[in-house]
């Protein structure tokens, strides 16, 4: 179960890296649940919201 990570991780090639990696130790069985916010954080440019169309793909 992940919380908001991908919102405050701004690096494309990072985000991937770590989707890979959920996915290397996934159990062939096992489930991913993420949580993340689909807003941006006015209050903090740190934090992007996460957008179906930009959900990372494992590349």
Known sequence: MLF???T???DIHMKRSISRE????LK???VILRYDYHMNNSKN???TG?????SVPPA
């Open 4 to 6: 908001p990570l991908f």
């Open 8 to 10: 405050s991780i701004l």
């Open 22 to 25: 959920m996915l290397r130790v």
């Open 28 to 30: 062939p069985d096992g």
């Open 45 to 47: 440019p740190d934090v």
């Open 50 to 54: 996460v957008k179906k169309e930009k």
